[in-house]
């Protein structure tokens, strides 16, 4: 009897430490997934920039890059490709009261400063 409760005992032991273990592979392979993909993006935003920035065929590339159109196309579609920045709008312009009034501004700040106002070379 002791005999039997001694290896039942051992046998939940060894489950024990195989479902501690099944989690830490788990959690090993989620963050080498996470690793994984954020260095194929990396690779996507490359082939990317070969591509767009330089004017390379999607063959040529893969050709480079030693792999398949479809794999360089698959690598391709982790990444969107990177649109140019928008210019932004022009500044509208100024309508003709603002500009009556910074130009009265201007010559009453002028007329407040006379001659003697301004500051002197030091000799």
Partial sequence: MELAAAYLDADARIE????????RR????????AEESAVRRDAGR???QMIDGYGVTKSEAA?????????LNET??????????PT????PAAEGPDLLDAAAQADAADESVSD???????V
């Fill in 46 to 48: 490359a082939a990317h």
């Fill in 63 to 71: 050709e480079r890059l030693g792999i398949t159109v479809r794999q």
């Fill in 116 to 122: 003697g106002d301004a500051a002197q070379p030091v």
């Fill in 26 to 33: 788990a959690a090993l392979a989620a963050e080498q997934e």
């Fill in 76 to 85: 391709l579609a982790l990444v969107p490709a990177e649109q140019p920045a």
């Fill in 88 to 91: 932004p709008a022009p500044a």
């Fill in 16 to 23: 024990s430490i195989s479902h501690k273990f099944d989690d």
